[in-house]
């Protein structure tokens, strides 16, 4: 079966080296850390073997955490934004039929973001962008990235929104736990909390055509439904939502199997955004390609939903032709 993965990460230690540092603060161990260093790194040593190993026609590339979300000066952000895609247009023409790519933007500048996200699309040929969480503090429900939203409609490509903006606050929850912050829990829920912000914003009422893309099955999202909708009803409201905030779930708001490697979260992911919401993605290289493959390949789900999940619905949202793969 093809496989399609849509939330795979790169880095570029030229750029790390001029942003501003950001504290490391999820805790791994040295053999995960230094393997992370070496492969992110790569794109033909480590990565395309794993891909052929595996099973991986294409990878959809983006930079990796924080991106260009760490950057403070909107003129650096800028100018680390086009440096980034630039590097990344290089690497999928290297290897046109494996990788595609995802833009880094420039959020801090709305404005340039707009113009940051055309040229990469039109000129460069990137299926959408990719950004990490807030961007300082602020989130994309802020009115200064409505023409944001604008473009993505009128170019029809996708907002990938992933965890790992640097951290403004600290949770009370999380106090003394620091296994709970990053992948383990709290991106999850921050990452599932903007996303309703964006919602609740009336972001998708504005900008109908607009599509969201939520890695780790829909970052909690999915499984609650249920409860949006009974809580919505409930509440007095300034300005009522079109429909429900379930409905927003599975229209323009996407997902992929991205770093949940249970084949029954799979299931349920399907039953609960519908087979034309889910897409497969690894987290590449954060966790282990085989065990994402297996996530759908073990799934109880019919084989035809199942190449839906493996490529057609990427093949779709992001307009690859059948050549791409």
Known sequence: MTYIALEEAFAIPELAARQPAAEMRIRVTSDY?????????????????????????????????????????PAAARDNARFANDFLAEVVAAHPARFQGFAALPTQDPDAAVAELTRAVRELGFRGALVNDHTHGRYLDDPAYDELW???????????????????????????????????WSWQAETGGHAMRLVYAGVFDRHPEATLILGHLGEFLPFQKSRLDSRYATLSVEEPLERMPSAYIGSNILLTTSGVLAPEAVQAAVLTAGEDAVMFSIDYPFEETAAAVASVEKADLPAAVKEKIAHLNARRVLGLDGGAA
């Open 33 to 73: 850390a230094q393997m992370c260093g070496r492969t992110l790194v790569d794109f033909e040593r480590h990565r395309l073997p794993d891909m052929d190993a595996n099973g991986i026609d294409v990878q959809v590339l983006s930079l990796t955490v924080p991106g260009i979300q760490a950057d403070t000066d």
């Open 150 to 184: 604008s473009a993505f409609e009128e170019l029809g490509v996708p907002l990938y929104l992933h965890p790992g903006s640097v951290p403004l606050d600290d949770w009370r929850v999380m106090a003394g736990r620091p296994e709970m912050y990053g992948a383990s």
